[in-house]
């Protein structure tokens, strides 16, 4: 009996090729990314703030500030999402772009279908984009519930509900 010792038959990866540190990666970059949108979303309505209040008045620019900061947020999550998602069609772990675009958006956002799924051996990235999008998504609601807090606060005491939906109506 000739006695070799056992091959392995896992191929060999580099540090930086590892699944997993791959994907700390992803999320470290769009960690960075989404802080960001926050304070450069947070600037740039501070400022658009200011130039508005004096065109259009407090309740239009309330009512503006609370859509861009919307808008700049979503757009934020869709391109994370793009990210994760041309990340997975390189890595030739789903068979489309759009298809693991859809993937990445409905893991990031912790819905997770699971009509489209990962290869065995690689689903564990679905969990890391869900906790991942999860934290960001509570980042993104923090900020709004601060910035719709602002804009409540600058409203005159003397509004009724009604007067702001009013308000709400006119400004679309």
């Known amino acids: 009996m000739d006695s070799q010792p056992p091959t392995d038959s896992a191929p060999h990866l580099t ?3 590892h699944p997993i540190v791959r994907s700390v990666g992803i999320v470290a970059v769009l960690f960075v990314f ?3 949108a926050l304070f450069y979303t947070a600037w740039a ?3 658009l703030q200011h130039m508005l209040h004096k065109l259009v008045g407090l309740h239009a620019t309330s009512i503006t500030v609370v859509l861009i900061s919307f808008m700049a947020l979503m757009a ?3 391109f994370e999402g793009y990210v994760w998602g041309l990340f997975l069609r390189r890595q030739k772990l789903l068979s489309s772009l ?3 675009f859809y993937f990445a958006l409905s893991s990031l956002s912790a819905v997770g279908y ?3 799924v990962l290869p065995r051996g690689k689903r564990f990235y679905g969990p890391i984009m869900a906790t991942s999008g999860l934290l960001m998504f509570g980042c993104s609601t923090a900020f709004l519930f601060l910035v719709i807090q602002r804009a409540w606060e600058q409203l005159p005491k003397s509004i009724s509900m ?3 939906a009013s308000v709400v109506v006119s400004g679309l």
């Open 76 to 78: 934020a999550h869709l």
């Open 34 to 36: 989404h802080t960001a």
């Open 98 to 100: 759009p298809e693991s």
């Open 15 to 17: 540090v930086r090729e």
């Open 162 to 164: 009604q007067g702001i």
């Open 114 to 116: 699971g009509d489209v």
């Open 45 to 47: 309505t501070e400022r």
